[in-house]
């Protein structure tokens, strides 16, 4: 089988993806590769992994011959938060590697996956069950690049044949690597806030509703994805898909069914704020559903328990090593 190139693997979605792919297709199959250094205790440990910036045509070439790549999830990226921080930092990543990652996959005949975002929308789209097609009008610097994206991915597809493929992810949660940088990052601190200290400090309004997922639905939507029948994938490179649909005020009430001793506080950030007041509250994801059977397993409360379950036993064994050595 030819092998499955992850990059920016070390991030929040890779460090789960990357595990699951080694488990699905066996570990030798998976290369995973990031700009900085692997960490020895990263989940990414069993497998290939190699130092790889996305902007470098050179780079990218290189392993995908190393290793006979025929299929690359390019996950490297700048998010919502710390690219309206650093544009012109953000615009180098994200475009860069948008342009060379299809470029090197029609030269090499590779599959893609590009993950766009809620962030592709804005301000003048319909903000509940946005529509598959409608106005994308995104008024970040991280909405335009993933605008860009989708059509870059449609361009190169049409143009060269390139079986690209991509998901509008909602924010997502999840109990590994922490979030690099967007407005969604509430959803997933909170969790280790409420658990750690009882008390957390949000930067969104209680009533700041966005669409959002847990991460191993995440992870499964992107390998279903890149296994469906193309002959079925009209909206190939851009598919709404949804679990659930909350605010901070929500998520807090959930939380503390299993710590009822959490305390909100609220310190808006007007950047991160406005941010979201310009995406999604919920997404219509039937596309996905009729073109390849997209179906979601966890709601809002059974990804609360999850949550607790497996930050509580991290943090507890964490905390164990700290007192042994
Ligand atoms: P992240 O910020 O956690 O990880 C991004 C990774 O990319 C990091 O490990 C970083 O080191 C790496 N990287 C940065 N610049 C690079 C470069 N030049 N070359 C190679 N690697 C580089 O992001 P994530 O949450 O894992 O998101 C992955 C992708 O999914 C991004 O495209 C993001 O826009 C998209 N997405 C994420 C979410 C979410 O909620 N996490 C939602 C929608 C879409
Ligand atoms: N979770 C991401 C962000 O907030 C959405 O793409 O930037």
Same mark, same amino acid.
């Given at each position: ?21 080694r488990r699905h ?34 780079e ?7 290793y ?44 893609v996956?590009f ?5 592709a ?16 009008r995104p ?47 509430y ?20 009533d700041?509703? !966005?669409?959002?997922? =847990?991460?191993? #639905?995440? %992870? $499964?939507?992107? /390998? ?5 029948d ?18 901070p005020?929500m ?10 001793? !959490?305390?909100?506080? =609220?310190?808006? #950030?007007? %950047? $991160?704020?406005? /941010? ?47 007192? $042994?050595?």
């Amino acid at each position: 089988m030819k092998r499955v190139l992850v990059t920016g693997a070390l991030g929040q979605i890779g460090s789960e993806l990357v595990p699951a792919l080694r488990r699905h297709y066996g570990d030798d199959v998976v290369v995973a590769s990031d700009i900085r250094l692997h960490r020895p205790d990263a989940a990414t440990d069993e497998g290939h992994f190699e130092l790889v910036d996305c902007t470098r045509s050179r780079e990218i070439d290189a392993v995908v011959r190393r290793y006979d790549v025929g299929t690359v999830y390019h996950l490297a990226a700048v998010l919502s938060a710390v690219a309206e921080e650093r544009p012109s930092f953000a615009w180098d990543v994200n475009m860069g590697g948008l342009y060379r990652v299809p470029e090197v996959a029609r030269q090499h005949r590779l599959a893609v996956f590009f993950p766009s975002s809620i962030g592709a929308f804005g301000p003048s789209t319909p903000r509940d069950q946005t529509p598959q097609v409608t106005i994308q009008r995104p008024t970040t610097i991280y909405g335009i690049s993933k605008v860009t994206g989708e059509l870059l991915c449609d361009y190169s597809h049409r143009r060269f044949g390139v079986d690209s493929r991509g998901l509008r992810f909602p924010g997502l949660i999840s109990a590994g690597a922490l979030p690099g940088g967007g407005t969604t990052d509430y959803a997933v601190e909170i969790f280790h806030q409420a658990i750690r200290y009882r008390h957390y400090t949000c930067f969104l309004r209680p009533d700041s509703c !966005l669409d959002m997922m =847990y991460m191993p #639905d995440a %992870v $499964r939507a992107m /390998i279903e994805l890149m296994e469906a029948d193309p002959e079925r994938l009209l909206n190939r490179n851009a598919f709404n898909v949804t679990a659930m649909s909350f605010t901070p005020a929500m998520l807090a009430d959930e939380i503390r069914k299993h710590v009822p001793e !959490l305390r909100v506080d =609220y310190e808006v #950030d007007p %950047v $991160r704020q406005s /941010i979201a007041d310009s995406w999604p509250r919920s997404l219509d994801d039937s596309a996905a559903c009729e073109e390849w059977g997209w179906k979601p397993h966890y709601d809002l409360e059974s990804m609360t328990r999850d949550m607790i379950e497996q930050l509580g036993r991290r943090l507890h064994s964490v905390k164990q090593e700290g007192s $042994r050595s």
